[in-house]
């Protein structure tokens, strides 16, 4: 079974830009969360999408957005870059149902260099 | 607010000898408690989760994770650590007030040495 994909792996933006990250859920897991790693605030969560909803938020601003697709599939979207967005993005799929019973499968993440 | 700490920010332990990371929670109810690994370049392993019961819990890789409410502790454990051990540990907290997002500590960095 594959595990769960992020594309790209690597990415590189001034600041201003725009970027949108996809993340693709192991096969039938329909809960996807995004997750933000750095060196000083360590993983925070971003938000968690379940059957096309937002389930949860973490707390981030409005910048940060993501949506899912009816494949499970979901992307996120970080507007007006700053250097601080600068970070290793993850996401993880689950079947979670309820909550967290299922375990959460995490993917090798997005690395995004803000310049 | 839930938190997470993880005391040691970095660890060296030589191989074959024993493993102990701790963690401590914050929360006023039993929580979700998870150990997760990274290794470099790569996103996060489970190795353990307690939910509830048991309050040892054996997980992948060897690891062990026991569950103290008196201490809100959830320490990892491995009886005898090997070179591939190396990497970074995350000890996270899940409680239904957050929803199925996960609180993760800072993380502890295990160095191997030979």
């Known amino acids: 079974k594959a595990g769960v994909t992020q594309t790209p792996r690597y990415l590189i933006k001034t600041r201003g830009q725009q970027v949108t990250l996809s993340c693709s859920p192991i096969?039938?897991?329909?809960?996807v969360s995004w997750y933000q790693q750095t060196p000083g605030q360590g993983l925070q969560f971003l938000f968690e999408?379940?059957?096309?909803?937002?389930?949860n938020k973490g707390n981030f601003p409005g910048r940060f957005s993501g949506r899912q697709f009816s494949n499970s599939r979901s992307e996120m979207n970080v507007s007006t870059l700053e250097l601080g967005d600068s970070a290793l993005y993850l996401c993880?799929?689950?079947?979670?149902?309820?909550?967290?019973?299922?375990?959460?499968?995490f993917g090798p993440g997005t690395r995004l260099l803000v310049l | 607010a839930q938190s997470v700490t993880q005391p040691d920010i970095h660890i060296t332990v030589s191989e074959g000898a024993s493993l102990e990371l701790r963690c401590n929670y914050s929360?006023?109810?039993?929580?979700?408690l998870f150990w997760y690994v990274q290794s470099p370049g790569q996103g996060l392993q489970l190795l353990l989760k307690?939910?509830?019961?048991?309050?040892l819990v054996q997980g992948i890789k060897g690891f062990e994770a026991e569950f103290k409410r008196s201490q809100s502790s959830f320490n990892l454990r491995k009886p005898s650590v090997h070179w591939s051990d190396a990497a970074e540990y995350f000890c996270?907290?899940?409680?239904?007030?957050?929803?199925?997002?996960?609180?993760f500590g800072k993380g502890t960095t295990l160095s191997v040495s030979s």
């Open positions: 999408y379940f059957s096309e909803t937002q389930r």
């Open positions: 096969s039938g897991h329909r809960s």
């Open positions: 307690y939910f509830s019961g048991d309050t």
């Open positions: 929360y006023g109810a039993t929580p979700y």
């Open positions: 993880a799929s689950s079947l979670a149902a309820s909550g967290f019973q299922e375990t959460q499968y």
């Open positions: 996270a907290v899940g409680t239904n007030q957050a929803g199925t997002a996960l609180i």
